[in-house]
């Protein structure tokens, strides 16, 4: 292994994002670290990486510590249960994650004198009452709803860098990822994308929540490492939404889907998820003027 080529510590290296952006760091030389505990990811998502000799996998649990030798150029935070069927089966996993886990990684960045990003979400901005939602925006999060445990620890995330880059200097970057959809996402995870596929190809009904009305806005995968990597490159200390700029109803979306894959089945409305935002939309004018950031391949 090269040791004059900088090296990344990535957690949540095995996740749907995680697995893209190890790919990506790869591609631009950079030798990876990978760290997951599997709660969500999966071995499958990275064993076409572990024949690169640039390439390392550790199972681990970064709420645990994160002890590593040799030096360290990036640390790049993305472990956490991210669907909102997954952190509600694991909210304290969820919330641990989120905060002790990121004071770990950002303790590992601080040692190693390393650059830190952060994953964090457009979740902080809970289900907004400023549309579309600019990183100034502070939110309207419910904290004792089910996706408090996701939302409060990402925000909490995002107070920890901000302390860690006040009190210790650690260079910090906070990204926040609007709905992001591509390879490797699980098929059972219970995302709107995902049910919607699955249950288009199988001919089942496709469960939209509520009357449909509610709005996302979807990037594509490779659209978004690109963002991850541009702010590592350019960011600073201000949170940079990532995400979609135009959206779309999540029935447009079933109905898309529907048409896409030639399919027959029907739609089918079930009980909309409590606290479930009714609008979203990311602002993206930070990115596009910071880094010059755009979408290649859209939703
Ligand atoms: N949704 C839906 N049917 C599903 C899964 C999700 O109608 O089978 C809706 C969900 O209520 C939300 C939107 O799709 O309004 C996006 O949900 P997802 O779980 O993908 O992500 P979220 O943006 O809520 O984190």
Not at 207 to 228: A, N
Not at 264 to 290: F, G, M, Y
Request: glycine share 8%; with cysteine.
């Amino acid at each position: 292994m090269a040791a004059n080529k900088p090296r990344a510590v990535v957690s949540g290296g095995a996740g749907f994002i995680g697995s893209h952006l190890c790919e990506a760091l790869l591609a631009r030389g950079v030798r990876v670290l990978a760290l997951d505990n599997f709660i969500t990811g999966s071995p499958e998502n990275l064993r076409h990486l572990t024949p690169n000799p640039e390439f390392e996998f550790r199972q681990a649990d970064v709420n645990h510590g994160v002890f590593i030798g040799g030096d360290v150029r990036y640390v790049l935070h993305f472990a956490s249960p991210a669907s909102p069927p997954q952190y509600d089966a694991n909210p304290i996993h969820t919330l641990k994650v989120g905060t002790i886990g990121t004071m770990n990684m950002l303790g590992l960045a601080r040692a190693k004198n390393a650059t830190f990003l952060l994953a964090s979400t457009s979740e902080v901005y809970g289900d907004p009452l400023v549309h579309p939602q600019p990183e100034t925006y502070w939110g309207n999060v419910n904290p004792i709803g089910p996706r408090g445990c996701y939302d409060e620890a990402k925000r909490c995330a995002e107070a920890y860098a901000m302390a860690y880059r006040r009190s210790h200097k650690v260079d910090t970057r906070i990204i926040r990822i609007f709905n992001t959809h591509g390879p490797r996402m699980q098929v059972s995870d219970g995302r709107a994308i995902p049910n919607f596929m699955a249950q288009a190809i199988r001919g089942e009904p496709l469960t939209v929540y509520g009357e449909g009305s509610q709005t996302r806005s979807i990037c594509y995968v490779s659209d978004l490492v690109r963002g991850v990597l541009a702010v590592l490159d350019k960011g600073d200390e201000l949170p940079v939404n990532l995400g979609n700029p135009q959206e779309v109803t999540v029935l447009e979306l079933a109905e898309t889907i529907i048409r896409l894959a030639q399919s027959k089945s029907r739609i089918e409305h079930k009980a909309l998820p409590v606290d479930d935002p009714k609008q979203r939309r990311s602002d993206i004018t930070h990115a596009r003027e910071l880094l010059g950031w755009q979408l290649e391949i859209g939703l």
